[in-house]
């Protein structure tokens, strides 16, 4: 089976590329190199160009039979998509777009969209499960909540097949060491705190230590990088199978707090760096952890490093290097 991957050189969809040719998979990467990396492609053709540029997909559609696409290209930070809101709808719902009407116009149909814990803007029940209602507090949720109905709307009226994933916190490296995350510049936190174990920035600034929270600071629900590759796996054998479209909340169910990812990164990392208080981040929910139970029932997904400690030690042994 041959798949596009857009956005492959980049974190999740490197380690994704990865995973796809260890199950015998012909890849094929579409990626800008606006955030990824050329060497994290470590399988597969590598074509470099934009989402947006209409005769290289074209062409691409044209000399290759792809069986479904992955698509992890999009803008992430949050912040940013509030100041510069153009730029995310232009990348991740206008190109998006095209990238839908090219694989119609080919008759491609299943597609695995990366999707977001931030269509759902600030929970009013936590866990918070699939038909949670969804209120985005800011464009990069808005947009993503966009690409879901309109994959919706495209299946109803040109029959393509879809699976939204909406990832909470994804995080984590490659167990093997080979990938890892590497965003620049860096706004998530475990790269943040394993950053200042490593000596290569000052402190950890926390974001608010009154939240609501047993000790004050944000809960989140931490995903490995690899089980959100294999939660995409079985969602795209499911619609090669065909299984029906649909939308599933990725997580461990487990909700850590900003403190204790700071405790967890010492004791795994063996070191100790500075941590000060600040102010809270804009938009920042107090708590966002996942009802994963369709995903384990329907697709038989199971994730396999939970451990808070497994996490961050993968992640450690990726910025050790
Ligand atoms: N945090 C700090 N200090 C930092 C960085 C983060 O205290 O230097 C806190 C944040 O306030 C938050 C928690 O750590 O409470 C996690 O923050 P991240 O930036 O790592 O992740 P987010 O939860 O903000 O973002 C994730 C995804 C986004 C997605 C969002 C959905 O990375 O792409 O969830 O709400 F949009």
Redesign the pocket.
Known sequence: MHVLVVGGAGYIGSHMVKLLSQRGCEVTVLDNLSGGYRDAVLAGRFVLGDLGDADLLEALFQSERFDGVMHFASH?Q?GESVREPAKYYRNNVFKTQHLLDTMVSHQVKPIIFSS???IFGEPIRVPIDEEHPKNPINP??RGKWMVEQMLRDYEVAYGLKAICLRY???AGADPAGELGERHEPE????P?VLRAAAGRQPR?????ADYDTPDG??I?DYVHVTDLCEAHWLALRHLWADGESAAYNLGNGNGFS?REVIDTARAVTGREFAVEYGER?PG??AR?VADSRRARSELGWEPRHAELATLIGHAWRWEAR
Not at 187 to 190: A, F, N, Q, S
Not at 204 to 208: A, H, I, K, L, N
């Open positions: 992430i949050v977001t814990a931030a990069y949720g909470f916190n994804a706004t998530h936190l475990i943040l950890v600034t926390v974001f608010g600071t944000c989140r900003v981040r920042d929910p966002l």
